[in-house]
């Protein structure tokens, strides 16, 4: 089975610093994807673990434990243009690269002034 | 800097009509995907292509979808006879290879919208 849970919607203010969870049960492992999806729009690849630990872009950040099923995502630095959903995806099974990507629900994050 | 192109972006059809959604993948990469978005619900996994046949599908796809990669540029989508739970917006994604990280592209959508 598989379940991916992130918060449903999160609001912040801008310049400041938000983090973004996500637990997941999957049937194997082979990497954590992030995606922000703006509204009506296609998602949009930001960030990938598949080592634990935390992976840096910039002003967006990753983090993985394979152990506790858990990743967050760290955005600093808040703009407004970062209103959107952010997707948590995991690509399940024992090492094959092309596995699909199972979606979370998706965390809406509103940034206001 | 290279893109998922998807025709048409929105469709409107009569309930039991066939459609067919349109895709080019990214020129180089090798694993097509179909998901679908059904307004304010998560992405849904459809079925996974490479190397012309279908790698993986879901539960949703069921007999009534279909996919082919016709002349090695286009990758289509065919849902015969629509129902109104077929109204979403569906995306085309691709991916460069096996062995890198494996994003996944998206295309920007296309909208279905079944009466």
């Known amino acids: 089975g598989q379940n991916i849970d992130q918060p449903t919607e999160m609001t912040a203010t801008e310049g400041a610093i938000v983090q973004i969870n996500c637990t997941y049960q999957t049937s194997g492992f082979n990497g954590l994807f992030w995606y922000q999806q703006h509204a009506g729009e296609a998602p949009t690849f930001l960030s990938y673990n598949v080592l634990d630990g935390l992976e840096e872009k910039g002003r967006f950040s990753s983090f993985l434990s394979r152990s506790k099923g858990y990743s967050y995502l760290l955005l600093k630095e808040l703009q407004m243009k970062d209103s959107a959903s952010y997707l948590c995806?995991?690509?399940?099974?024992?090492?094959?690269?092309?596995?699909?990507?199972?979606f979370g629900k998706g965390t809406r994050l509103s940034v206001i002034a | 800097e290279p893109e998922v192109t998807q025709t048409p972006s929105h469709q409107v059809t009569q309930m039991g009509q066939e459609v067919i959604l349109r895709c080019v993948p990214i020129?180089?990469?090798?694993?097509f995907y179909w998901y679908r978005q059904i307004l304010g619900q998560k992405v849904e996994f459809l079925v996974s292509?490479?190397?012309?046949?279908?790698?993986?599908k879901s539960e949703i796809f069921d007999d009534q979808f279909s996919v082919e990669r016709p002349d090695g540029s286009n990758f289509t989508l065919k849902i015969r006879s629509t129902k109104l739970e077929d109204s979403a917006m569906y995306f085309c994604?691709?991916?460069?290879?096996?062995?890198?990280?494996?994003?996944?592209?998206f295309g920007e959508g296309s909208r279905l919208t079944v009466l």
């Open positions: 292509f490479y190397n012309n046949e279908i790698s993986e």
């Open positions: 020129s180089n990469h090798l694993y």
């Open positions: 995806a995991v690509r399940e099974g024992g090492g094959s690269g092309n596995t699909p990507l199972v």
């Open positions: 994604a691709s991916q460069e290879g096996k062995y890198r990280a494996g994003e996944l592209f």
